[in-house]
C-alpha cells in the first residue's frame, strides 16, 4: 500500500464506523409513531401478528382477528412491579366490556416465561386472555420499551388512546368511552 | 474351591461393571451447572448477563435453569429453551444477522487499524528517535570545554599512558 493512501484508508475507515454508529443509534431510536399520531387527534392502525395464547399450546390469536370489537392493548410481565398494581383496574375494564360484549382485554406477555405468566393471572384472578410476544416484535411495533403500556383499539382496529406506564381506573374509563362511541 | 473362586471373580466383575457405568456416562455427557450457563444468558429485565443480576427475576431465571438441569437436559438444550421462553434477547451473545453482525465486525475492524496503525507510526517514530541522536552527536553542540576541564583531561589521559 502507497504511504499517501494510508490517510485515506484510516479516514474512510473511521468515517465508515461514524456511519454505522449513526444508523445503529437512529434505527434503535424510539419509536414515538403512534404517540405523535394520537396526540394530534389521530388514529393510526394497530399494528397486529399472530401469535401464541398464553396457556394453550399450538393456538395463535392475533388483534386482527378482533377486528369489529374494542380492544385494550395491555403489555405485561409478571417480573413488573406496575403490570401487579394496574391488573385489577385492567379486570375492571375487562368485566365492563364483557358485560355487553363490546370488547375485550388483551394481555400480551414480554420476556416472561410462561409459567410466570400463568402464576400472575391466577395470582389476579385475570380473566382475560393473552397473547405471547415471545420476540418482542409486536411491543416493537408499538414502540414499547417499558412495561406496562396500553393502547385502547376502536371496532375499526384504529388506536385511540395510549398510555406508557401504569394505566388509571379514569384513563381507562375515558378512552373505552371514546372507543366504544365511535 | 474353584467354584467359590469362579464366584468371587464373577461378583468383582459385576462391581467393577457397576461402578464403572456411571462414571463412563458421566464423562460422556458431563451435567450441566448453573454457572455453566448463566454467564451466556442475560437477565431480561435488567439487561445484563445473568451471572451479575441480582433481581427476582434473575432469581426466577436462575430457578428455571435449575428446573432443566434437574431434567438432564444439556446447556444448548436449556438455552433453546429459554429463547423460547424469553425471545433471543436472553442470549448473551449478539446474533450475527442484519445489522448485527457489526456487533463482531467493528471490534475486528478496530484491531485490524490498531494494528495497522502501529506497523505504520511504530518504524516511522524509531527513525525519527534515530535521527535526533544522530543529531544530538553533531560537533557542533558539544558544548565548549574551559581551561580547567582541558587540564583534568589531560591528566587523566596522561596516566593511562
Known amino acids: 500500500m502507497k504511504r499517501s493512501a494510508v490517510p485515506l484508508v484510516a479516514v474512510l475507515a473511521v468515517a465508515a464506523l461514524v456511519g454505522l454508529l449513526i444508523y445503529g443509534v437512529v434505527s434503535r431510536a424510539e419509536n414515538k409513531t403512534l404517540d405523535e399520531a394520537v396526540g394530534t387527534g389521530q388514529r393510526p392502525s394497530a399494528p397486529a401478528r399472530m401469535l401464541p395464547v398464553l396457556g394453550q399450546t399450538g393456538k395463535t390469536d392475533s388483534l386482527a382477528a378482533l377486528k369489529g370489537k374494542v380492544v385494550v392493548l395491555n403489555f405485561w410481565a409478571s417480573w413488573c412491579d406496575p403490570c401487579k398494581a394496574e391488573a385489577p383496574e385492567l379486570e375492571r375494564a375487562q368485566k365492563r366490556l364483557q358485560k355487553d360484549g363490546s370488547g375485550t382485554v388483551l394481555g400480551v406477555t414480554y420476556r416472561d416465561a410462561s409459567n410466570d405468566s400463568l402464576k400472575f393471572v391466577k395470582d389476579f384472578g385475570l380473566t382475560y386472555p393473552s397473547i405471547r410476544d415471545v420476540d418482542g416484535k409486536l411491543a416493537q411495533d408499538y414502540g414499547t420499551r417499558a412495561l406496562p403500556e396500553t393502547f385502547v383499539i376502536d371496532r375499526q382496529g384504529k388506536v385511540v388512546a395510549l398510555s406508557r406506564g401504569e394505566v388509571t381506573q379514569k384513563f381507562l374509563d375515558a378512552a373505552v368511552t371514546e372507543a366504544l362511541a365511535k | 474351591m474353584r467354584s467359590r473362586l469362579a464366584l468371587l471373580v464373577?461378583?468383582?466383575?459385576?462391581?467393577?461393571?457397576?461402578?464403572?457405568?456411571?462414571?463412563?456416562?458421566?464423562?460422556?455427557?458431563?451435567?450441566?451447572?448453573?454457572?455453566?450457563?448463566?454467564?451466556?444468558?442475560?437477565?431480561?429485565?435488567?439487561?445484563?448477563?445473568?451471572?451479575?443480576?441480582?433481581?427476582?427475576?434473575?432469581?426466577?431465571?436462575?430457578?428455571?435453569?435449575?428446573?432443566?438441569?434437574?431434567?438432564?437436559?444439556?446447556?444448548a438444550q436449556i438455552k433453546q429453551l429459554m429463547v423460547a421462553e424469553y425471545g433471543n434477547r436472553v442470549i448473551a451473545q449478539p446474533n450475527s444477522k442484519g445489522f448485527n453482525i457489526t456487533n463482531w465486525l467493528i471490534p475486528l475492524v478496530v484491531v485490524v487499524v490498531l494494528i495497522a496503525g502501529v506497523a505504520i507510526v511504530l518504524p516511522r517514530w524509531r527513525r525519527t528517535e534515530i535521527s535526533a541522536e544522530l543529531a544530538g552527536d553533531d560537533p557542533a553542540d558539544v558544548p565548549e570545554l574551559d581551561d580547567e576541564e582541558r587540564r583534568r583531561i589531560d591528566e587523566d589521559l596522561a596516566r593511562y599512558r
Open chain 2, 10 to 75: 464373577g461378583l468383582l466383575a459385576a462391581v467393577t461393571l457397576a461402578l464403572a457405568a456411571p462414571a463412563a456416562s458421566l464423562a460422556v455427557t458431563p451435567r450441566t451447572s448453573l454457572n455453566d450457563v448463566e454467564d451466556e444468558v442475560m437477565c431480561v429485565s435488567c439487561g445484563i448477563p445473568l451471572n451479575i443480576a441480582d433481581s427476582p427475576q434473575a432469581d426466577r431465571e436462575r430457578a428455571f435453569i435449575n428446573d432443566q438441569i434437574a431434567l438432564g437436559k444439556s446447556k
